[in-house]
């Protein structure tokens, strides 16, 4: 009979145990989930941080010199992330509907307007997306060009999102149709 209650003692030690450790997996499992949740949450909070930088451009009349503003951020943004491109990298495209032209006064102080063909959007609208053709123009805060692109009138035609992280990857841009002579020739 001792031996019995032995046996029974150790069966129900083992049923205990067996309970116990059952438990503690579940809760580690658990909490494993909610900590899961919690990443998830925080992450999804830094890529709302992070798009909302560039969702204050998704509006129309916006001026150039916020797109100038806006390409020296993302400029700055792929540099930072330069090694992390496929997620980060963001592309801001500009189509002009008139060329960009050079205003300057002459001795008579009569406004005379110059086109370099620095760079043209002659031949219907131009895109402004390649690195090269943004130095041509705001490379040189002194020209001209610059002068000229920072009156112009954007509207925002689009952002696009990369599938992969949810961040802002692409920003569209279209000068607006009113802009017009008088107003580029505005302070001359």
Known sequence: MENASKAL??????????????LLV???GTM???????EDVEETQKVEAYNKEYLSYDR??????????????VKDNNEKYSELLDEYEIKVNVRLKFDLKVY?????????VQNRNL??????????SNPNEYKKILGDT?????KDFKRRLFNCTGITFNEK???????????????NESDLMEGF
Do not use: P
């Not at 494993?32 to 919690?38: G, H, K, T």
């Open 9 to 22: 003692l150790m069966a129900g030690g083992m049923l205990i145990a067996l309970v116990i450790l059952a």
């Open 26 to 28: 579940y809760v580690a």
């Open 32 to 38: 494993s989930d909610v900590l899961q949740v919690e």
């Open 60 to 73: 129309k009349l916006i001026r150039g010199t916020e797109i100038i503003s806006l390409v020296n951020k």
């Open 104 to 112: 300057t006064r002459n001795s008579k102080g009569e406004v005379e």
């Open 119 to 128: 760079w043209s959007a002659s031949a219907g609208s131009k895109e402004l």
């Open 142 to 146: 002194s020209s001209g060009e610059f």
């Open 165 to 179: 992280s949810g961040r802002v990857n692409e920003l569209n841009f279209e000068e607006s149709e009113k802009t």
